[in-house]
Each structure stands twice: as structure tokens, then as C-alpha cells.
């Protein structure tokens, strides 16, 4: 019987903890992206214009995105990743308990503080976590889980959403989330986001 190759066998223990963490955050946008446009209609009836500053608000991050890495630049990545994800995960979790427009932007807003510190985070510990010879390789199954675990989350919107509906599938997805940033506590500490180096100078 032939054996099939594992591609993932030959990683080191850090960047199974982020594939861990990678794979939440796929769960993550395959249920809220799935789910969030006939949630806010089923629940809230919005209208167009409330959609459209919904959306500017959940923005303002991605905005000051310079600001919040000079707010990381020197912390340890696999620590200020997990507050990242758990505050993506509760911000996902607390969709359940939203009574009105107004909170639902709130809380938009705060799970995508989270997001927004994930991004340069995540790549930072790709990059650091892979070996110098295959970061291109690694790299690219890194963003293979993350695919696989979306088209996962959106078959199980499909198949589990009249049992478990929004709160449920919400509550999971952010619940997955924050165990995924949790595992990278047990990560590599050593540097930061970007490390202490001076100017190079080539003629």
C-alpha cells in the first residue's frame, strides 16, 4: 500500500504552534465573513448606510496600523500574538450578545484591534520560525492550512447552522480562535518584532 508524503512532518515545534494559530484564524473569517452580511439583516434589519459606516469603523485599525506596530516593535511576537488572537476570538464571541447596531460596531471594532496586530505579528514569526533554505516553502503550507481551515469553517456554516445558528457558529469560531493564539505561549520568545540593528551602509 503506498504511503502518502507528509508534507508537514519535517516542521519544528514553533511553527506547529502557528500553524495551530494560522488554522484559528482561517476558522475565523470562513464563519464571520460566511455568516456576518445575513446576520446583521436577520438580526438588526441595517440598512445600506449603516452597513457603510459599520464597515469604515471596523477600518480604523487597518488605518493606524503604523501605530500599533511601534506599539509591538519590541514586545515578544508569540506573547503579543495570543493577546492578538484572544482579543479576535472574544471580539467573535461577543457577536452573540449584541442587542443593537451600535454594540454590533463596537465590538466590530474591537475584534479588529486584534486582527490588525495579528498581521505583522504572524508574518514576523513565519518568517522567523522557518528555516533559512525553505521559508518560501513553509511559507506557502502556512497559508495552505489557513485556506483549508476557511473552506472548512464555511462547510461547517453550512451543514451545522440550523442547529447550532449564529451564536453557536460564532461562539465556536471565536472559541477556536483563542485557543489557537493560547498554543503560542508555548513558542519561542526570543526577539522581536523587528530586531535591534543599526544602519547598513554598501558602496
Not at 496586530?117 to 525553505?134: D, E, H, T, V, Y
Amino acid at each position: 500500500m503506498p504511503k502518502w508524503p507528509n508534507p508537514f512532518a519535517e516542521w519544528n515545534k514553533d511553527f506547529k504552534l502557528l500553524a495551530v494559530a494560522t488554522c484559528g484564524v482561517g476558522v475565523f473569517f470562513g464563519i464571520q465573513l460566511t455568516l456576518f452580511n445575513n446576520f446583521i439583516v436577520d438580526q438588526f434589519g441595517i440598512e445600506p448606510h449603516e452597513l457603510g459606516t459599520l464597515e469604515a469603523l471596523r477600518e480604523v485599525p487597518g488605518l493606524l496600523n503604523v501605530l500599533m506596530v511601534a506599539l509591538l516593535i519590541r514586545r515578544s511576537p508569540p506573547v503579543m500574538g495570543c493577546v492578538m488572537l484572544v482579543i479576535m476570538g472574544l471580539g467573535l464571541m461577543a457577536y452573540g450578545g449584541v442587542t443593537n447596531v451600535f454594540t454590533l460596531a463596537v465590538v466590530s471594532f474591537f475584534w479588529s484591534i486584534g486582527f490588525h496586530g495579528w498581521l505583522p505579528l504572524g508574518q514576523s514569526m513565519a518568517l522567523r520560525f522557518s528555516p533559512p533554505g525553505n521559508k518560501g516553502k513553509w511559507l506557502g503550507q502556512l497559508r495552505s492550512v489557513e485556506s483549508i481551515a476557511w473552506l472548512t469553517a464555511i462547510g461547517a456554516c453550512l451543514l451545522t447552522f440550523q442547529t447550532l445558528r449564529y451564536q453557536g457558529l460564532f461562539f465556536l469560531a471565536g472559541a477556536i480562535t483563542v485557543l489557537g493564539g493560547i498554543g503560542l505561549m508555548w513558542a519561542t520568545r526570543q526577539g522581536t518584532l523587528v530586531e535591534e540593528k543599526g544602519f547598513v551602509f554598501k558602496r
